[in-house]
């Protein structure tokens, strides 16, 4: 029997004296060979509780064995599942970024109308400003005693109409996109907490993530490795064992054949009580029948002296590989326990996504019902900018008139001072002819008034007809005022 695995630990060959067994530090006299091989042969029973050792190293490769092909499966599922969580992800990220791009381009768009109609209502209060501070000519004031501009003609009503119509259209507009947004923000949100989780890096590239690790077993599982160590151990600790019962066999089969011992009754006693799992009817059945020589009884005894030296090392060998088991069995059931957490938090992160993708029509919803929304608030916009322009041009218009009116009043009052004149100037020609006329009347009526009969003509007579240029409706009109004012 021999034991490489703790061969440093021993010292020479032991003898008699220095075989494994306890002594007293004062001289002992040999013993009989035959209580020699009995002590021996209780040592070797001892030592053969350490088949406990290796059902235990048995059960240890099994549960290794088991937990490779546990672990085989639990990572094609745990890569399975991340295929499928890395295609929900990029279709639900694709989603988001499109929802976003609604969200841009009604925002860019918003924001362009804004300024259109900031600019807008900016002009269009410029030119009323200047209504409110061109004042109205006294001239042409029915009021002259009370200062008036022109913006007192103007229709305010409709233009605070039209500026608070703007107002709501922004409100709406506003609101509409709060209720976006915040339908986008929790669409966003979701896809964060997951991507802290799995982040999109590691979802669109190769990494050394545990998910990776997880998926690719073969690379990178210490298990193989582990379990090719614990077989080795446990094959080592079934020979060892079996070198055990060998020995054992071998002090039974020296007792037989001893002087001076009553084998048959110390065999049977120390047999009785073996550990349970031994199988040593092979060994009895290769048993010698008949005595040995005394050569193959020196042999015998020489090897099973030798042996006896070795049990206690080979024991403690097995306790050895035994504890080194244990620590790789943990490492293996540690690994799986890696294994099943990835496998839990893939599980819990594509639960996640699924929730999300649950939630994604109605995200979309709100993406379809903020464009509806903004198309109809910015056709009224578009409405509302026409409608500024219009006002703005009228009431431009309305100024550019009110110039013009002010120099068609100098017009007329020039032209009306013109036919004044004329009809000054006439009167004054026909004031003179009916002067004439009078006196002409007056000379013939001298000269042949008394040869003609009065009743030969009814005018003879008569004075001559009154003229009078005027004009034909007497008011107090603008013309005169300005004139007045002139």
């Known amino acids: 029997m021999s034991s490489p695995h703790r061969k440093a630990d021993r010292e020479a060959p032991a003898t008699e004296s220095s075989a494994s067994l306890p002594h007293d530090e004062t001289e002992e006299q040999p013993k009989a060979p035959a209580e020699r091989l009995v002590i021996h042969l209780l040592a070797s029973k001892r030592s053969l509780s350490a088949i406990n050792d290796v059902w235990r190293a048995n059960e240890l490769v099994t549960n290794a064995r088991e937990t490779l092909e546990a672990s085989v499966i639990l990572s094609a599922r745990t890569g399975f599942i991340k295929k499928g969580l890395n295609e929900t992800y990029r279709i639900l990220h694709k989603v988001k970024t499109k929802i976003g791009d609604v969200k841009q381009r009604g925002q860019d768009e918003y924001e362009a109308c804004l300024d259109e109609l900031d600019d807008a209502e900016r002009r269009l209060q410029a030119t009323l400003s200047s209504l409110r501070i061109t004042t ?256 703005r041009e009228f009431y431009t218009g309305f100024k550019g008139a009110y110039d013009n009116l002010l120099i068609e009043v100098a017009r007329r009052h020039t032209l009306q001072g013109r036919m004044e004149a004329t009809m000054k100037e006439a009167q004054a020609k026909v004031s003179r002819m009916y002067d004439d006329d009078v006196r002409a009347r007056e000379v013939f009526r001298i000269q042949q008034g008394d040869y003609l009969p009065a009743d030969i003509w009814p005018g003879l007579l008569d004075p001559p007809p009154k003229f009078a240029v005027k004009r034909l409706k007497s008011h107090d009109d603008v013309t005169k005022k300005i004139e007045e004012t002139i």
């Open 136 to 391: 109205v000519e006294t001239s042409i004031n029915r009021e002259p005693d009370k200062r008036k501009v022109l913006f007192d003609y103007v229709d305010d009503d409709g233009i605070k109409d039209v500026l608070k119509a703007a107002e709501m259209c922004i409100d709406s507009t506003q609101a509409a996109q709060r209720k976006f947004e915040d339908s986008l923000n929790s669409f966003e949100e979701d896809l964060v907490s997951i991507s802290e989780e799995l982040p999109p890096k590691n979802i669109h590239a190769s990494s050394s993530s545990s998910f990776e690790q997880a998926s690719q077993p073969d690379l990178r599982s210490p298990i193989p490795k582990l379990l090719n160590g614990l077989e080795t151990h446990a094959k080592e600790m079934a020979s060892l064992l079996e070198s055990l019962v060998r020995h054992f066999d071998l002090c039974v089969t020296a007792l037989k054949y001893t002087e001076g011992s009553d084998s048959s009754a110390a065999v049977q006693k120390i047999t009785d009580s073996l550990p349970p799992g031994l199988d040593l009817t092979r060994n009895s059945n290769s048993a010698v029948e008949a005595p040995p020589t005394e050569e193959e009884r020196t042999e015998m005894m020489s090897v099973l002296e030798k042996d006896a030296s070795e049990v206690e090392d080979v024991v403690l060998e097995i306790h050895d590989r035994l504890s080194e088991m244990e620590q790789d069995s943990m490492l293996i059931s540690e690994h799986l326990s890696h294994l099943a957490a990835v496998h839990a938090t893939v599980l819990t992160i594509y639960q996640r996504l699924i929730n999300v993708g649950a939630k994604l029509q109605s995200y979309r919803n709100a993406s379809k019902a903020f464009e509806d929304a903004w198309a109809v608030e910015a056709t009224k916009i578009r409405t509302l900018l026409d409608e500024m322009a219009s006002l």
